[in-house]
């Protein structure tokens, strides 16, 4: 096996949509139209993802993001590029290919409704061709990784979001693909819920050295899995690097919040590469009487949101 | 090659999971009693008014049994691919199948197999015993049971078939209500499962014998009557090999179309 779980070079995906028009007359109209603009999802996108890792892939809503992962996982073929994921072609042999992923799509479950948790399980590994001992050890993990026993006889139907997020994150695990793709895993979930599936993904992830790329639009996942991340916006790549280069990314900056001799504060973003803290702090003292400082790092939030709102290139 | 296990997997969930509906079960048997009543009313007024016993070689207590027998095997080949695939598309749900490690038509098949068994036990064998012995031997038991067992799977490979050659329409017309009524109606009414085939007018019954639609419920409970001699293999045989044919055509035609109508999802986006 190769050290690269995803392979793509130059993928631009474009879907033909219908102008549509508004009222009853302009809809009538549309019956009849031949009226197609292309709108291009994902354009001319290259990047690696290597085994093991945990990406972050982010991006403002419409971006490309899941119109990228379903290009990854083979439901949708490119309009043009290359990719390969774990050496195959996905679009080319899907069936083949989901052998060897595992998905999550947030907003829904591929978990059996009306079935019990555990039958779900077993169905799973009938239908992965799991073998038994192979299995039972993966539900060992899953036990020592979460408290599985208030979820595994209960009907999916019955379970609270949190409970059936967690639990589809299990399935896509359980035949212990090579990649395992998130798509807004954390959606909608309280924040002590979004804690234990960060640590799930982060165990799975370190216990079976199972790749995972994930989407989300929760900085708290980022910050707490990926080190490494993938921005895009309007179908192009604009960022892909560490994490921590992000935050230097437009500069280092560093709020500087002061408590002055009337209990007034006083802020100041810092720009570390033009001056610093101290210098700051010295001109501030000249003046005024400092009683108190905070010193605040800019969240990835923030730059993320610089990012999104600013389009700059990377 | 699949695995069997993945088949008689997804065949055992799908007994599970229709076990739950129990009280589903019991309405569908309440509903099927007045649609009887119904039947019955309707052809006893239509035998009164023949002035004769036989109408079209069919005794009055002949069109009840197999009628009876039909509404069976409706409850038994019930499927429902159309709705739950135009549902799956609208929502997108349809990624999550077509992420299973199977072929899309043989998971679906598969997934069905186990409300197939389930119904097989819990409607058509309970009608199946209540006719048998209200009739006291109107219907043969022999070697005709098994021969029926045969042609039954053949007949749901069939319905099966016809189910997935209709479904996939609804990617290009974006609509599903009207087309599944056309293909309930044209299904019901072409295959003998709401009127028996001899009463056809006979250009109508000529052209019926040449579209699929009668190995699904006309050949099935011919041959479970042991009627016009497919109590012998002579009879039977060509019968089943209809079936077969059937089975073979329509599921080279579907998987054609199949995979035509996949790129709408692949290449569009759905």
């Given at each position: 096996?190769?050290?690269?779980?995803?392979?793509?070079?130059?993928?631009?995906?474009?879907?033909?949509?219908?102008?549509?028009?508004?009222?009853?007359?302009?809809?009538?109209?549309?019956?009849?139209?031949?009226?197609?603009?292309?709108?291009?999802?994902?354009?001319?996108?290259s990047?690696?993802?290597n085994?093991g890792?945990?990406?972050?892939y982010?991006?403002?809503?419409?971006?490309?993001?899941?119109?990228?992962?379903?290009?990854?996982?083979?439901?949708?073929?490119?309009?043009?590029?290359?990719?390969?994921?774990?050496?195959?072609?996905?679009?080319?042999?899907?069936?083949?290919?989901?052998?060897?992923?595992?998905?999550?799509?947030?907003?829904?479950?591929?978990?059996?409704?009306n079935?019990?948790?555990?039958?779900?399980?077993?169905?799973?590994?009938?239908?992965?061709?799991?073998?038994?001992?192979?299995?039972?050890?993966?539900?060992?993990?899953?036990?020592?990784?979460?408290?599985?026993?208030?979820?595994?006889?209960?009907?999916?139907?019955?379970?609270?979001?949190?409970?059936?997020?967690?639990?589809?994150?299990?399935?896509?695990?359980?035949?212990?693909?090579?990649?395992?793709?998130?798509?807004?895993?954390?959606?909608?979930?309280?924040v002590?819920?979004?804690?234990?599936?960060?640590?799930?993904i982060?165990?799975?992830?370190?216990?079976?050295?199972?790749?995972?790329?994930?989407?989300?639009?929760?900085?708290?996942?980022?910050d707490?899995?990926c080190?490494?991340?993938?921005?895009?916006?309007?179908?192009?790549?604009?960022?892909?690097?560490?994490?921590?280069?992000?935050?230097?990314?437009f500069?280092?900056?560093?709020?500087?919040?002061?408590?002055?001799?009337?209990?007034?504060?006083?802020?100041?973003?810092?720009?570390?590469?033009?001056?610093?803290?101290?210098?700051?702090?010295?001109e501030?003292?000249k003046e005024?009487?400092?009683?108190?400082?905070?010193?605040?790092?800019?969240?990835?939030?923030?730059v993320?949101?610089?990012?999104?709102?600013?389009?700059?290139?990377? | 090659m699949?695995?069997?296990?993945?088949?008689?997997?997804?065949?055992?969930?799908?007994i599970?999971?229709?076990?739950?509906?129990?009280?589903?079960?019991?309405?569908?048997?309440?509903?099927?009693l007045?649609?009887?009543?119904?039947?019955?009313?309707?052809?006893?007024?239509?035998?009164?008014?023949?002035?004769?016993d036989m109408?079209?070689?069919m005794?009055?207590?002949?069109?009840?049994?197999?009628?009876?027998?039909?509404?069976?095997?409706?409850?038994?080949?019930?499927?429902?691919?159309?709705?739950?695939m135009?549902?799956?598309?609208?929502?997108?749900?349809?990624?999550?199948?077509l992420?299973?490690?199977?072929r899309?038509?043989?998971?679906?098949?598969?997934?069905?197999?186990?409300?197939?068994?389930?119904?097989?036990?819990?409607?058509?064998?309970?009608?199946?015993?209540?006719v048998?012995?209200?009739?006291g031997?109107?219907?043969?038991?022999?070697?005709?049971l098994?021969?029926?067992?045969?042609?039954?799977?053949?007949?749901l490979i069939?319905?099966?078939?016809?189910?997935?050659?209709?479904?996939?329409?609804?990617?290009?017309?974006?609509?599903?209500?009207?087309?599944?009524?056309?293909?309930e109606?044209?299904?019901?009414?072409?295959?003998?499962?709401?009127?028996?085939?001899?009463?056809?007018?006979?250009?109508?019954?000529?052209?019926?014998?040449?579209?699929?639609?009668?190995?699904?419920?006309?050949?099935?409970?011919?041959?479970?009557?042991?009627?016009?001699g497919?109590?012998?293999?002579?009879?039977?045989?060509?019968?089943?090999?209809?079936?077969?044919?059937?089975v073979?055509?329509?599921?080279v035609?579907?998987?054609?179309?199949?995979?035509?109508?996949?790129?709408?999802?692949?290449?569009?986006?759905?």
């Amino acid at each position: 096996m190769n050290s690269e779980a995803v392979v793509m070079k130059n993928i631009s995906k474009e879907f033909r949509v219908l102008n549509r028009h508004e009222g009853l007359k302009g809809s009538i109209h549309d019956l009849f139209s031949r009226d197609y603009r292309t709108v291009k999802a994902v354009d001319d996108v290259s990047l690696t993802v290597n085994r093991g890792e945990i990406i972050g892939y982010l991006g403002p809503n419409g971006a490309g993001k899941s119109t990228t992962i379903k290009i990854m996982t083979g439901v949708l073929e490119p309009s043009a590029g290359e990719i390969m994921v774990n050496g195959r072609v996905p679009y080319k042999d899907r069936t083949a290919n989901a052998e060897h992923i595992g998905v999550v799509f947030g907003q829904r479950s591929q978990l059996w409704w009306n079935l019990p948790l555990i039958e779900s399980f077993n169905l799973l590994r009938d239908i992965y061709l799991v073998p038994e001992k192979e299995y039972r050890e993966m539900l060992e993990l899953y036990r020592s990784l979460v408290d599985l026993e208030p979820i595994l006889h209960k009907p999916v139907r019955q379970m609270s979001l949190g409970q059936r997020t967690l639990s589809d994150i299990l399935a896509a695990f359980l035949h212990n693909p090579g990649i395992v793709f998130l798509d807004e895993p954390t959606i909608g979930l309280d924040v002590s819920m979004k804690a234990k599936i960060r640590e799930l993904i982060r165990g799975l992830n370190e216990a079976k050295e199972t790749t995972v790329i994930l989407t989300t639009h929760d900085m708290g996942d980022v910050d707490a899995l990926c080190r490494r991340i993938i921005i895009i916006d309007k179908g192009r790549k604009i960022y892909d690097n560490d994490i921590g280069h992000l935050k230097s990314y437009f500069g280092s900056y560093r709020t500087l919040r002061m408590r002055l001799g009337d209990d007034s504060w006083v802020e100041q973003v810092i720009d570390e590469k033009e001056t610093d803290v101290m210098h700051v702090m010295q001109e501030m003292q000249k003046e005024h009487r400092i009683k108190d400082i905070q010193l605040q790092e800019i969240s990835t939030e923030e730059v993320i949101r610089k990012i999104y709102e600013g389009g700059k290139s990377a | 090659m699949t695995k069997i296990r993945r088949l008689t997997a997804l065949t055992r969930a799908g007994i599970i999971e229709s076990l739950q509906f129990r009280l589903g079960t019991a309405v569908m048997l309440f509903g099927n009693l007045i649609y009887l009543a119904l039947v019955y009313f309707l052809w006893k007024a239509i035998y009164d008014s023949s002035g004769t016993d036989m109408v079209n070689g069919m005794t009055f207590h002949d069109t009840m049994i197999y009628l009876i027998l039909a509404t069976a095997i409706f409850n038994l080949l019930e499927m429902f691919i159309v709705w739950d695939m135009s549902r799956a598309i609208q929502s997108g749900e349809i990624i999550i199948h077509l992420l299973k490690p199977m072929r899309y038509r043989l998971y679906t098949f598969w997934s069905y197999t186990g409300a197939h068994v389930n119904n097989f036990f819990l409607a058509f064998v309970p009608t199946f015993i209540v006719v048998a012995v209200i009739t006291g031997g109107a219907i043969p038991m022999g070697m005709n049971l098994l021969y029926f067992m045969i042609s039954l799977i053949l007949a749901l490979i069939v319905n099966f078939n016809i189910e997935m050659l209709v479904a996939p329409i609804c990617l290009y017309t974006e609509s599903t209500w009207g087309i599944n009524i056309v293909k309930e109606t044209i299904v019901l009414l072409l295959s003998g499962a709401t009127i028996p085939l001899a009463f056809f007018p006979e250009g109508l019954r000529q052209a019926v014998e040449f579209l699929p639609f009668r190995a699904v419920y006309d050949i099935p409970l011919t041959v479970l009557l042991a009627k016009n001699g497919t109590d012998t293999l002579a009879g039977l045989l060509p019968k089943l090999g209809i079936q077969a044919l059937w089975v073979v055509v329509l599921t080279v035609c579907g998987n054609l179309f199949w995979n035509h109508a996949v790129k709408k999802i692949t290449v569009n986006g759905g």
